[in-house]
T-cell receptor
Framework: NAGVTQTPKFQVLKTGQSMTLQCAQDMNHNSMYWYRQDPGMGLRLIYYSASEGTTDKGEVPNGYNVSRLNKREFSLRLESAAPSQTSVYFC????????????FGDGTRLSIL | QKEVEQNSGPLSVPEGAIASLNCTYSDRGSQSFFWYRQYSGKSPELIMFIYSNGDKEDGRFTAQLNKASQYVSLLIRDSQPSDSATYLCAVMGSGNTGKLIFGQGTTLQVKP
C-alpha cells in the first residue's frame, strides 16, 4: 500500500532552471495539496486541488504552477527556480470529506543554487 | 498574530513523565484539529485528530480541545525517548475549504 508517492526525493537545480515535482496517491482521495517546509516555519500551503479538474492557491503560490492531471496525480512546477524556493516539498491527500486527516508523502528535498 | 501558534521549544521531559504540548488558533470558526509528529528528515505522521470539545484518548496520547478558549493540546503519557520529535498542530479553517494551517511545531526531547 504505497499511499502518497513523491518523485524525485532529492534535486539540485541552478537558478532559472525549471522542473516538475510529481505526486501520486493510490487511496482514491479527492483532495490533494502541495506544501513547502522551511526551518522554523512549519508547513505552508502552496496550492491545493479539492477535486479532479480544480486547483486553488494557498498561502505561498508565487513562483509555482500546478496541474491536477487526473484523480491520482497532482504535479507542482517551478518555471524559473530561485534560491528562495530551496525547501522541502510535501504532497498530501485526503478523502471525500475534506475535514478528514491529510496523508503525506515522503517529501522532495530541493536545493537551488 | 499567527493563525496557529505553538511554542517552538525545545520541551525537555524525563522518560516516563507526561509531556504537554499546546497550540492556540485565531479562527474561531475552525472545526477540525490535528496533531502530527515529524521525526527529523521525515514526513509528518498523523497521531491524533479531534473535532469536539473535550478530551480524546488513544493509547498514551490524549488530545484536548477547548473551542471557547481557541486552544488545543496534546498530552503524551509515559514519555519515551522514541517520542522525541517535532509535533505539529494543524487547524482546518472555517468554510470547509480543506485548507490546513500549521503551527511552526514544538520540538520534544525525552531524556532517558
Amino acid at each position: 500500500n504505497a499511499g502518497v508517492t513523491q518523485t524525485p526525493k532529492f534535486q539540485v537545480l541552478k537558478t532559472g532552471q525549471s522542473m516538475t515535482l510529481q505526486c501520486a496517491q493510490d487511496m482514491n482521495h479527492n483532495s490533494m495539496y502541495w506544501y513547502r517546509q522551511d526551518p522554523g516555519m512549519g508547513l505552508r500551503l502552496i496550492y491545493y486541488s479539492a477535486s479532479e479538474g480544480t486547483t486553488d492557491k494557498g498561502e505561498v503560490p508565487n513562483g509555482y504552477n500546478v496541474s491536477r492531471l487526473n484523480k491520482r496525480e497532482f504535479s507542482l512546477r517551478l518555471e524559473s527556480a530561485a534560491p528562495s524556493q530551496t525547501s522541502v516539498y510535501f504532497c498530501a491527500s485526503t478523502g471525500t470529506n475534506s475535514n478528514q486527516p491529510q496523508h503525506f508523502g515522503d517529501g522532495t528535498r530541493l536545493s537551488i543554487l | 498574530q499567527k493563525e496557529v501558534e505553538q511554542n517552538s521549544g525545545p520541551l525537555s521531559v524525563p522518560e516516563g513523565a507526561i509531556a504537554s504540548l499546546n497550540c492556540t488558533y485565531s479562527d474561531r470558526g475552525s472545526q477540525s484539529f490535528f496533531w502530527y509528529r515529524q521525526y527529523s528528515g521525515k514526513s509528518p505522521e498523523l497521531i491524533m485528530f479531534i473535532y469536539s470539545n473535550g478530551d480524546k484518548e488513544d493509547g498514551r496520547f490524549t488530545a484536548q480541545l477547548n473551542k471557547a478558549s481557541q486552544y488545543v493540546s496534546l498530552l503524551i503519557r509515559d514519555s519515551q525517548p522514541s517520542d522525541s520529535a517535532t509535533y505539529l498542530c494543524a487547524v482546518m479553517g472555517s468554510g470547509n475549504t480543506g485548507k490546513l494551517i500549521f503551527g511552526q511545531g514544538t520540538t520534544l526531547q525525552v531524556k532517558p
